[in-house]
């Protein structure tokens, strides 16, 4: 009996065991492997360069960056069966590729894992010394809720095409108490799905509104009723954590099933590009194998109605004042419309406003740890863009004041920013935002009274105190 029990279990355990195996092996199938590809920065001089890198095959070298030009800093990413073929190739052209960065998978494997150089910074259940996937974001959002039930309304504004929410949170300090028009901001954030450093930004600006101490910060928070998108395209950013790190559209596969190629990166809609703002018209692409591939029509996706009929009920209720949205990488804060650049630019009304507005912030983001960022519209400084989500805002949602950021870094480790970088990212980010909302009220887009508030206030405390050393 206890020899038949033995054996039993003896099977049982090598039953687990080769379960867990199967398990494993299909869990490293399942997630691509960057084990030893590599990325190259190469910034080219001639137009001759451009037409090389241009012509490079795409399915086999894989660009980091949307539009290679002279003087731009072009990122490829090369695969470890690639490589040499690719050396000799770019010295036959006498183009010098420098090695970036030497070991993707690395990069990756360090962004899943806590910074241990950084301060940290909690609320809830969450922390930004780490990334965070959907499940553990999602979580947060309805627990905040539960921690501040007069202020937080977590919201589920739709649903991707797998099926999954896009929730995010109204942030309210003034609840029942406002009157028919209240000042809104809304802002979002993932809307593709591998700039991780995006999502990791925008949960940062809520728990900044929810606890920050600064009046500068409690006067943006509390004025307006911010609606907060952390993750919009919430099927791409699960697959960066499931699947490819790299995939940046949605994961509606319905167009052409049959565009993976050598990187499996094929697919999917640009949502960034599906907005109805002179939609498919330049920097977008009708392919559906694309990275900017624009859908088969505006606003085609389940994710971008989503955003259309939330922003449209936000305009219908009046004073839409801030739209902002968060990408990465190259450190600039681009001013709405893409597809504007030199003169044009001022068809927009009131660039020159949104464009003193955003140096004011830049200049302020740089004082903290010394980062640059560009400011200008994506045509002038990045490239032009159509059906942009921010752009559609601006121009069709009639909000007053928008912009895109493109965040940390310039491209050293681009999407792979690495954990110890959140924090001081998100920092340098809400002085800038705080600077920016200053200079939108120093222009008169809405009155306020923080800095006289903070003014009397330390009057009081002056006087007070001098009162006791008399
Ligand atoms: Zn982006």
Not at 55 to 75: G, M, N, T
Not at 280 to 303: F, L, Q, R
Not at 320 to 347: K, R
């Amino acid at each position: 009996m206890i020899a038949l029990e033995k054996s039993h279990t003896k099977k049982m355990n090598l039953k687990i065991t080769v379960l867990v195996f199967i398990f494993a092996i299909t869990l490293t199938e399942a997630y691509k492997s960057y084990e030893n590809y590599k990325v190259y920065k190469i910034v080219p001089k001639t137009t001759e360069h451009v037409q090389v890198l241009t012509d490079l095959p795409k399915e086999e070298y894989y660009f980091w960056s949307d539009i290679v030009k002279i003087d731009s800093d072009v990122r490829i990413l090369v695969s470890p069966n690639k490589n040499t073929e690719f050396v000799k190739y770019m010295a036959s052209v006498k183009i010098e590729p420098v090695l970036a960065i030497s070991n993707v998978q690395e990069l990756i494997r360090a962004q899943m894992q806590p910074s241990h150089t950084t301060k940290s910074s909690k609320l809830g259940s969450f922390s930004w010394d780490q990334y965070h996937n959907l499940d553990e974001i999602h979580t947060w959002l309805n627990e905040l809720e539960k921690m501040y039930p007069d202020i937080v309304t977590a919201i589920t504004i739709g649903r991707s095409n797998e099926g999954r929410n896009i929730t995010g949170v109204i942030i309210d300090f003034k609840a029942g108490a406002r009157g028919n028009n209240s000042l809104t901001g809304m802002i979002e954030g993932g809307i593709h799905a591998r700039e991780w450093i995006s999502p990791a930004t925008v949960t940062w600006i809520i728990k900044e509104f929810l606890t920050s101490k600064d009046p500068d910060v409690r006067f943006m928070a509390e004025t307006f009723v911010w609606h907060i998108f952390p993750v919009i395209n919430p099927d791409g950013y699960s697959y960066t954590f499931t699947d490819n790190r790299m995939w940046r559209k949605n994961r509606n596969l319905l167009y052409n099933p049959n565009c993976t190629g050598n990187w499996d990166l094929g697919n999917g809609i640009d949502l960034n590009r599906n907005f109805d703002f002179l939609w498919n018209t330049i920097g977008a692409s009708s392919n559906p194998c694309d990275e900017t591939y624009a859908g088969p029509s505006p606003a085609s996706e389940p994710e971008t109605k989503a955003i259309v009929d939330y922003v449209l009920k936000l305009k219908e209720a009046g004073n839409l004042m801030y739209y902002l949205a968060f990408h990465s990488y190259s450190q600039m804060i681009l001013i709405p419309y893409s597809h504007l650049s030199g003169t044009n630019v001022l068809d927009l009304p009131n660039y020159g406003d949104l464009y003193e507005i955003s140096i004011r912030g830049a200049e302020k983001l740089k004082q903290k740890y010394g980062t640059e960022y560009e400011v200008g519209t994506s045509a002038d400084i990045l490239y032009p863009v159509t059906g942009a989500s921010f752009d559609w805002v601006k121009g069709i949602g009639n909000a007053t004041i928008v912009y895109l950021f493109e965040l940390r870094d310039k491209g050293e480790y681009g999407f792979l920013l690495p954990s110890s970088q959140i924090i001081p990212n998100n920092e340098e980010i809400m002085e800038c935002l705080v600077e920016m909302d200053k200079g939108a009220r120093k222009l008169g887009y809405y009155s306020g009274t923080s800095n006289l508030y903070a003014s009397l206030l330390s009057l009081v405390f002056s006087v007070g105190f001098l009162t006791i050393c008399q």
